[in-house]
């Protein structure tokens, strides 16, 4: 069967299959690092601290690891990013005396160095087995890509959940370590060894786009996630747990439920946002869905000062919100992978998500100071729903600048 297939398409099966797996890990470790830690008793700033190093690493990551994809290849890029995860699990399986502040930001922030360098590699690779005269196909397998990446790391939050609830922390953490570590020892085997590798050696100093379409959609995306951020990793699942009373496996199964469904609505985005005659999406689309997204956040909130029963308002205010995300996020996947040139894919598509990373670290540490200072509960919750609507007005200004198809035929 798979020998039927074409070259390019076992090596997207591939790549998808390395995402996926990274993407189980991810997810599941997350929600084991903050349900464990926030019940040991740890503040909402202090569980937010533990992933500091993650997203600041990722920033850094996806800089250099661009300019290492252009140079290297993305085959090993990816390669070394599995196995910088199962190092990074190994980590947090100490005896749990040593597993302090500092030791788990120190673990994580490994892993969001194996993360950026899964996910740069990942999305670097499909515009080289795309042909350039087939952007309604990119466009798919983008969203494909990106769709199936976070319906899975939906279920790796569930899995976290369930995982902690069933093996406690070490058994949970070993088992995705041993399954990650077969993952990448086929992907050894399997990864073409020169998928992406610039014709020329970039110089260092090419890591900073010189697009400003790039720029500016790199703008767009920081506020973005950090409008997504600011109530997700840290506010909601503590709101969830210590307001609402959830247990930890309902928390887990929540949170994978909404990133589920976020990931299935991104890999239906080409059906929702085609055009007239299936014309691709541009600038002034990516302006439309975010203007829209902006208004559910200040919805949410206003529900909730208005006294509006919380658990109601949480579900379905934040299911919204997460369809209508997951659109915004589909159309800036693809919409970098369109800017983006050819020869040395991964220099642009790395700077972008550099932004992507930065908007993830703002938001991160909104989340756990605003939650914790506004006086947690209803009032924490809002306070960060409210930050997140201002992330998104200035995601959309930035989008005003964004080519159209107009100026692109220009």
């Given at each position: 069967m798979l020998s039927q297939l074409t070259p390019a398409i076992r090596q997207y099966l591939?790549?998808?299959?390395?995402?996926?797996?990274?993407?189980?890990?991810?997810?599941?470790?997350?929600?084991?690092?903050v349900l464990h830690f926030h019940s040991l008793g740890y503040a909402p700033l202090d569980i937010a601290l533990l992933f500091l190093f993650y997203e600041i690493f990722g920033v850094v990551t996806n800089l250099?690891?661009?300019?290492?994809?252009?140079?290297?290849?993305?085959?090993?890029?990816?390669?070394?990013?599995?196995?910088?995860?199962?190092?990074?699990?190994?980590?947090?399986?100490?005896?749990?005396?040593?597993?302090?502040?500092?030791?788990?930001?120190?673990?994580?922030?490994?892993?969001?160095?194996?993360?950026?360098?899964?996910?740069?590699?990942?999305?670097?690779?499909?515009?080289?087995?795309?042909?350039?005269?087939?952007q309604g196909q990119l466009y798919k397998w983008v969203a494909i890509l990106t769709g199936s990446k976070n319906a899975l790391k939906g279920v790796g939050f569930f899995l976290g959940g369930v995982?902690?609830?069933?093996?406690?922390?070490?058994?949970?953490?070993?088992?995705?370590?041993?399954?990650?570590?077969?993952?990448?020892?086929?992907?050894?085997?399997?990864?073409?060894?020169?998928?992406?590798?610039?014709?020329?050696?970039?110089?260092f100093r090419d890591i900073f786009s010189k697009s400003e379409a790039i720029n500016v959609l790199s703008a767009a995306r920081m506020f973005l996630f950090g409008a997504r951020d600011v109530w997700f990793v840290v506010a909601l699942p503590v709101f969830l747990s210590q307001t609402l009373g959830w247990n930890h496996s309902e928390t887990g199964a929540f949170m994978a439920l909404?990133?589920?469904g976020y990931g299935v609505v991104q890999?239906?985005?080409?059906?929702?946002?085609?055009?007239h005659g299936n014309q691709t999406p541009d600038g002034a689309s990516a302006l439309a869905w975010v203007s829209l997204l902006t208004l559910i956040p200040g919805a949410i909130a206003a529900a909730l000062w208005l006294g509006i029963p919380a658990s109601w308002v949480v579900v379905c205010g934040l299911m919204l919100f997460g369809a209508v995300f997951a659109i915004n996020?589909?159309?800036?996947?693809?919409?970098?992978?369109?800017?983006?040139?050819?020869?040395?894919?991964?220099?642009?598509?790395?700077?972008?998500?550099?932004?992507?990373?930065?908007?993830?670290?703002?938001?991160?540490?909104?989340?756990?100071?605003?939650?914790?200072?506004?006086?947690?509960?209803?009032?924490?919750?809002?306070?960060?729903?409210?930050?997140?609507?201002?992330?998104?007005?200035?995601?959309?200004?930035?989008?005003?600048?964004?080519?159209?198809?107009?100026?692109?035929a220009a």
């Amino acid at each position: 069967m798979l020998s039927q297939l074409t070259p390019a398409i076992r090596q997207y099966l591939v790549v998808t299959g390395n995402y996926w797996a990274f993407t189980l890990t991810d997810g599941a470790l997350r929600m084991l690092v903050v349900l464990h830690f926030h019940s040991l008793g740890y503040a909402p700033l202090d569980i937010a601290l533990l992933f500091l190093f993650y997203e600041i690493f990722g920033v850094v990551t996806n800089l250099v690891g661009g300019w290492l994809g252009a140079r290297w290849g993305l085959n090993r890029t990816m390669n070394i990013g599995l196995v910088m995860q199962v190092v990074a699990l190994s980590m947090l399986l100490v005896p749990a005396a040593w597993l302090t502040v500092p030791w788990v930001m120190a673990a994580q922030a490994l892993s969001g160095i194996a993360k950026d360098l899964n996910k740069m590699s990942a999305k670097s690779s499909i515009k080289l087995l795309v042909p350039s005269d087939a952007q309604g196909q990119l466009y798919k397998w983008v969203a494909i890509l990106t769709g199936s990446k976070n319906a899975l790391k939906g279920v790796g939050f569930f899995l976290g959940g369930v995982l902690l609830s069933w093996l406690g922390f070490a058994g949970a953490v070993a088992a995705m370590a041993i399954a990650l570590a077969a993952v990448w020892l086929m992907s050894l085997v399997l990864l073409k060894d020169d998928l992406g590798r610039a014709k020329s050696k970039p110089k260092f100093r090419d890591i900073f786009s010189k697009s400003e379409a790039i720029n500016v959609l790199s703008a767009a995306r920081m506020f973005l996630f950090g409008a997504r951020d600011v109530w997700f990793v840290v506010a909601l699942p503590v709101f969830l747990s210590q307001t609402l009373g959830w247990n930890h496996s309902e928390t887990g199964a929540f949170m994978a439920l909404w990133v589920i469904g976020y990931g299935v609505v991104q890999g239906v985005a080409p059906k929702i946002t085609r055009g007239h005659g299936n014309q691709t999406p541009d600038g002034a689309s990516a302006l439309a869905w975010v203007s829209l997204l902006t208004l559910i956040p200040g919805a949410i909130a206003a529900a909730l000062w208005l006294g509006i029963p919380a658990s109601w308002v949480v579900v379905c205010g934040l299911m919204l919100f997460g369809a209508v995300f997951a659109i915004n996020s589909s159309l800036h996947s693809y919409l970098i992978v369109q800017y983006a040139g050819r020869d040395g894919v991964s220099l642009d598509v790395g700077f972008y998500y550099m932004s992507n990373a930065m908007g993830r670290l703002l938001g991160t540490l909104l989340s756990g100071a605003l939650f914790q200072y506004a006086g947690q509960g209803s009032s924490g919750l809002q306070a960060c729903l409210w930050v997140s609507m201002l992330f998104l007005l200035a995601a959309a200004v930035a989008s005003i600048k964004l080519p159209r198809h107009l100026q692109e035929a220009a």
